[in-house]
Nanobody, 124 residues
Framework: QVQLVESGGGLVQAGGSLRLSCAAS????????MGWFRQAPGKEREFVAA????????IHADSVKGRFTISRDNAKSTVYLQMNSLKPEDTAVYYC?????????????????WGQGTQVTVSS
């Protein structure tokens, strides 16, 4: 079992920045690829970004590429999502997730453990 707890969400004006954190406990954090997803009201959950166990390889959704950056600190068992140039359409609940399989995945069904989510609201 891996327990994931997100933090860092809040209310920010368009153009602003936030950094989300996801702290893991339980199993060895470095054994998992990690991902961020988001879900806006009335919409399906969508992939945001993912990072390999070592942190060497990342992928980002086209909608956030160039604005968001995923990173991790295995010594702190934490994965981050730096969000810059935020837009109102980025408003959503953001979730981190852990994937014990090989390869980076964009489908939520590939992930084994999920956090409870943190709300990000971007005002125009």
């Amino acid at each position: 079992q891996v327990q994931l707890v997100e933090s860092g969400g809040g209310l920010v004006q368009a153009g602003g920045s936030l950094r989300l954190s996801c702290a893991a406990s339980g199993r060895t954090f470095s054994n998992y690829n990690m991902g961020w997803f988001r879900q806006a009201p009335g919409k399906e959950r969508e992939f945001v970004a993912a990072i390999t166990r070592s942190g060497e390889t990342t992928i980002h959704a086209d909608s956030v590429k160039g604005r968001f950056t995923i990173s991790r600190d295995n010594a702190k068992s934490t994965v981050y999502l730096q969000m810059n140039s935020l837009k109102p359409e980025d408003t959503a609940v953001y979730y981190c997730a852990a994937d014990r399989t090989l390869g980076l995945h964009t489908r939520g069904s590939n992930y084994d453990y999920w956090g409870q989510g943190t709300q990000v609201t971007v005002s125009s």
